[in-house]
């Protein structure tokens, strides 16, 4: 039932997704938006469409709708397969990436809130420069430790007697059993732990601390100027964020770490859970645009400066021209009845 559906709804996501990460792109990177921390939620915003994208033309094919390698079997060829292979390391990638981009700003926020930072061009020139570094260094720690990842998944082909044919699958990796191999479960265990249970807790750290700094400092927010109101909103719209990116992964750590050491676990609890877990994960990606519009004053102005006003000032040019044109095609008419009735007098 949920692999019936799974497809369908996954499109939806993945297409609202992508849209709303590029709106999310323009208007954090709009010239007086430019921020370390609005950086930062870009390039998570840029990780995310790198996750949608390239899943529509999977869950197209795979789910739409879902059917078994006997069923359908031109849907399983070599090269469908091979596009499979590559956009779960994609996925895998972009996820790790996320989420230590998550840990970074969270990281970020604390000391920002903790010590507060000196003001100005150049110091904030220089903060968005540490996080480009900072991102760029998370970006390419993610495709080197996943490496050994892309090397054990290995492609293998099976021959279908009812439909006549071969198909080609992603080969099964036994887990928790005597034949497990060991490079195996070492990786298992590294994703998990370094891209899901590890990051988690950090943000978790992170966030509790972002909290406790808040509360104590309530009372002297509320005596402050609006600009450091607007920013305690800031943070609280980035605790939602983080919690978000909390609740989405550390479930899926917890469930990696246990397929990987309970035997049975895998195949009763993680596959059958695999499309769920799946579609949480790409509602986590598409959801940052309606937080951000919900809780943010600043980025719904900016949006609505973006991509509204233009539009309403375009239809109202638009209305207001052909308002004139009809003024003048009205005109027109009455002037040549007046003269022709004239004209009926005179003769």
């Given amino acids: 039932m949920v692999s019936g ?11 609202f997704g992508v849209l709303t990460n590029i ?24 990780s995310d469409i790198l ?13 739409c709708p879902f059917t078994h390698p006997e069923e359908t079997p031109w849907k399983y060829t070599y090269g469908w397969v091979l596009y499979m292979v590559i956009m779960v390391h994609l996925l895998a990638t972009t996820h790790t990436i996320s989420i230590w981009l998550a840990v970074t ?43 050994p990842n892309y090397a054990y998944t290995e492609i293998e082909q099976a021959w279908v007697p009812e439909s006549n044919s ?28 370094v891209a899901k249970i590890v990051p988690c ?53 917890i469930v990696m770490l246990l397929s990987a050491t309970v035997p049975d676990f895998s195949n009763n609890v993680h596959f059958p859970l695999g499309d769920l877990i799946d579609f949480i994960s790409l509602l986590n990606n598409a959801i940052n645009f309606i937080l951000y519009c919900l809780m943010s004053q600043q980025f719904r102005k900016k949006f609505f400066n973006i991509y509204i006003k233009p539009v309403c000032d375009r239809r109202g040019h ?4 052909n308002s004139e044109l009809l003024i003048l095609r009205e005109q027109v008419p009455r002037t040549m009845t007046m003269t022709t009735h004239d004209d009926n007098v005179r003769v």
């Fill in 201 to 253: 807790v950090l943000i978790l750290i992170f966030s509790g601390s972002l909290l406790y700094h808040m509360g104590i400092k309530a009372a002297r927010r509320r005596q402050r100027l609006c600009a450091n109101r607007q920013q305690a909103n800031t943070t609280r719209m980035l605790l939602v964020v983080l919690i978000l990116f909390i609740l989405t992964e550390l479930p899926q750590g």
């Fill in 5 to 15: 559906i799974h497809g369908y709804l996954s499109v939806v996501i993945c297409f």
């Fill in 166 to 193: 071969t198909v080609y699958t992603i080969k099964e990796q036994e887990l928790a059993t005597p034949r497990t191999e060991y490079a195996v479960f070492i990786n298992i265990l590294t994703y998990a732990i």
């Fill in 318 to 321: 638009v209305a207001t021209s």
């Fill in 105 to 147: 700003l969270a990281a970020f926020r604390f000391c920002q809130i903790r010590s507060p930072c000196p003001s100005g061009p150049l110091a904030k020139d220089r903060r968005i420069t540490q996080v480009k570094i900072a991102s760029l260094v998370i970006y390419l720690a993610s495709i080197l430790v996943l490496i």
């Fill in 51 to 63: 996750t949608m994208l390239p899943y529509i033309p999977y869950v197209i094919n795979f789910y």
């Fill in 23 to 46: 709106f999310n792109i323009t208007v954090l990177m709009a010239k007086d938006m430019r921020t370390a921390t609005n950086y930062l939620l870009t390039f998570i915003a840029v």
